[in-house]
């Protein structure tokens, strides 16, 4: 008899979890809660109700359903302590996800940055404070000093709490908007200010047992709105793998930054079991880490799962029984690329509702797209209902193919207003641009 298998969540992110697992020849069923329209659409997917927030809910439906494995998509639940309620209260029912010590690494940007310190990983100088006045000093001073500056709310602030400051008084600004403001409400109630580096980053993804680290496709993240990396941040417009710019420094990454950061976590009492997000950026003084996340990224998940050739069922339940070295990590040749469809208007206010033409023309079985902000209304059409509505993703021979056969897709998609025929669909037009033109 197949297993049974919980995703929580509802992104791309989830999407890609969930058809990995619905290929599995390990599993029988593919619960995901929320999920979304195309969680639904899998063989195997059914959606069920399910608040994150609402651990002994989540508990309930894995002992009911008989549920071996839950795969945990966003943050939030992590940084909650949604692990440490599996170990108490579902004997035998395994999580894929760091418990709450281990997720502080996102919980807490405080955190992040003093283990890097501490086990000597490198990156940025930086100090904390919970005084605005205070921040605004070392602000002057590194300005004074000829450096700029990056100004971060400690804790979770949906991927938008990373603020890259224009200048001086944009940097008081942003401290007093965080701080005093409370623009991300508790999440700012103490800020990290620290030097900007200077370089072009990339993303690594690597799963971990506690002891093993194996890394995934290294890819590149678009996060501003517009074309050229213009526009406000947003959770992600698209992204590629495998990533040139650290193409080849696996080694070296694995040494200097994963190593030394499991190991180091191990030393102190802390167990990492799940995936470690290192968002890295290659400076002329070398790689160094922008951050830790302790989740799949999302858009960065649907090309990584493009490209990998494993049973994703028995890497998730090797990392989670301790068990990763049992397991072989392959991946294809070639590239993919995922360039996200958002709602006209995101990352700012945008309407909902708008109806999803086009799907039925994707055709080229090398694309897949995935679904985020999408839902089926009450007649049955499938509709936008969120700002990142659509990942649409292609693998190819290399980068420019998959660019060529994600854009091919991208236009065959539309958002359409169902009383005036509007079109409102918005993505950006340099995806993986960069990789290309190198």
Same mark, same amino acid.
């Given at each position: 008899?197949?297993?049974?298998?919980?995703?929580?969540?509802?992104?791309?992110?989830?999407?890609? +979890?969930?058809?990995?697992?619905?290929?599995?020849?390990?599993?029988?069923?593919? /619960?995901?809660?929320?999920?979304?329209?195309?969680?639904?659409?899998?063989?195997?997917?059914?959606?069920?109700?399910?608040?994150?927030?609402? +651990?002994?809910?989540?508990?309930?439906?894995?002992?009911?359903?008989?549920?071996?494995?839950?795969?945990?998509?966003?943050?939030?639940?992590?940084?909650?302590?949604?692990?440490?309620?599996?170990?108490?209260?579902?004997?035998?029912?395994?999580? +894929?996800?760091?418990?709450?010590?281990?997720?502080?690494?996102?919980?807490?940007?405080?955190?992040?940055?003093?283990?890097?310190?501490?086990?000597?990983?490198? #990156?940025?100088?930086?100090?904390?404070?919970?005084?605005?006045?205070?921040?605004?000093?070392?602000?002057?001073?590194?300005?004074?000093?000829?450096?700029?500056?990056?100004?971060?709310?400690?804790?979770?602030?949906?991927?938008?709490?990373?603020?890259?400051?224009?200048?001086?008084?944009?940097?008081?600004?942003?401290?007093?908007?965080?701080?005093?403001?409370?623009?991300?409400?508790?999440?700012?109630?103490?800020?990290?200010?620290?030097?900007?580096?200077?370089?072009?980053?990339?993303?690594?993804?690597?799963?971990?047992?506690?002891?093993?680290?194996?890394?995934?496709?290294?890819?590149?993240?678009?996060?501003?709105?517009?074309?050229?990396?213009?526009?406000?941040?947003?959770?992600?417009?698209?992204?590629?793998?495998?990533?040139?710019?650290?193409?080849?420094?696996?080694?070296?990454?694995?040494?200097?930054?994963?190593?030394?950061?499991?190991?180091?976590?191990?030393?102190?009492?802390? #167990?990492?079991?799940?995936?470690?997000?290192?968002?890295?950026?290659?400076?002329?003084?070398?790689?160094?880490?922008?951050?830790?996340?302790?989740?799949?990224?999302?858009?960065?998940?649907?090309?990584?799962?493009?490209?990998?050739?494993?049973? /994703?069922?028995?890497?998730?339940?090797?990392?989670?029984?301790?068990?990763?070295?049992?397991?072989?990590?392959?991946?294809?040749?070639?590239?993919?690329?995922?360039?996200?469809?958002?709602?006209?208007?995101?990352?700012?206010?945008?309407?909902?509702?708008?109806?999803?033409?086009?799907?039925?023309?994707? #055709?080229?079985?090398?694309?897949?797209? +995935?679904?985020?902000?999408?839902?089926?209304?009450?007649?049955?059409?499938?509709?936008?209902?969120?700002?990142?509505?659509?990942?649409?993703?292609?693998?190819?021979?290399?980068?420019?193919?998959?660019?060529?056969?994600?854009?091919?897709?991208?236009?065959?998609?539309?958002?359409?207003?169902?009383?005036?025929?509007?079109?409102?669909?918005?993505?950006?037009?340099?995806?993986?641009?960069?990789?290309?033109?190198?």
């Amino acid at each position: 008899m197949g297993e049974k298998v919980l995703i929580l969540g509802s992104g791309s992110r989830e999407h890609s +979890f969930a058809r990995e697992m619905n290929k599995s020849p390990n599993v029988d069923k593919v /619960w995901c809660g929320p999920g979304n329209a195309g969680t639904a659409q899998l063989e195997k997917g059914e959606n069920v109700k399910l608040d994150l927030d609402q +651990f002994g809910q989540i508990i309930k439906f894995v002992h009911d359903k008989n549920i071996t494995l839950t795969v945990v998509g966003p943050e939030q639940p992590l940084v909650d302590g949604i692990a440490d309620t599996y170990e108490m209260g579902a004997s035998m029912k395994h999580i +894929f996800g760091p418990n709450k010590s281990a997720a502080l690494l996102e919980g807490s940007k405080k955190f992040a940055k003093e283990t890097m310190t501490e086990f000597g990983i490198p #990156t940025a100088a930086y100090e904390s404070f919970d005084n605005p006045e205070e921040a605004k000093d070392y602000l002057k001073d590194l300005y004074d000093s000829g450096l700029e500056a990056v100004v971060k709310a400690d804790g979770l602030a949906a991927g938008k709490g990373v603020i890259v400051l224009n200048n001086l008084e944009h940097g008081y600004q942003t401290i007093d908007l965080i701080m005093v403001n409370k623009k991300f409400g508790s999440a700012g109630d103490l800020i990290v200010v620290e030097e900007k580096l200077i370089g072009e980053e990339a993303s690594v993804i690597a799963l971990c047992d506690g002891k093993t680290i194996k890394q995934l496709v290294s890819t590149q993240d678009h996060k501003p709105a517009f074309d050229g990396d213009k526009g406000p941040n947003t959770g992600g417009m698209g992204a590629y793998g495998p990533a040139p710019v650290i193409l080849g420094m696996e080694e070296q990454i694995y040494k200097t930054i994963l190593a030394p950061l499991v190991e180091g976590l191990n030393s102190i009492g802390i #167990t990492y079991k799940g995936i470690i997000y290192a968002g890295l950026i290659k400076t002329a003084d070398g790689i160094k880490v922008l951050e830790f996340n302790v989740r799949g990224g999302d858009p960065e998940m649907p090309p990584i799962t493009m490209l990998t050739d494993f049973d /994703w069922y028995e890497a998730c339940m090797a990392c989670a029984t301790g068990k990763l070295d049992e397991v072989e990590i392959k991946h294809k040749d070639g590239a993919a690329c995922c360039v996200v469809m958002a709602s006209e208007g995101y990352p700012n206010e945008y309407d909902r509702g708008k109806l999803i033409t086009g799907l039925e023309s994707v #055709t080229d079985p090398n694309t897949f797209v +995935f679904h985020a902000g999408t839902k089926l209304d009450e007649a049955g059409n499938l509709v936008t209902s969120g700002g990142r509505v659509l990942g649409v993703t292609h693998y190819g021979k290399d980068i420019a193919e998959a660019q060529k056969g994600a854009y091919d897709a991208v236009e065959k998609i539309k958002f359409v207003d169902k009383e005036t025929g509007k079109k409102s669909q918005y993505f950006r037009t340099d995806i993986a641009a960069k990789a290309i033109n190198r």
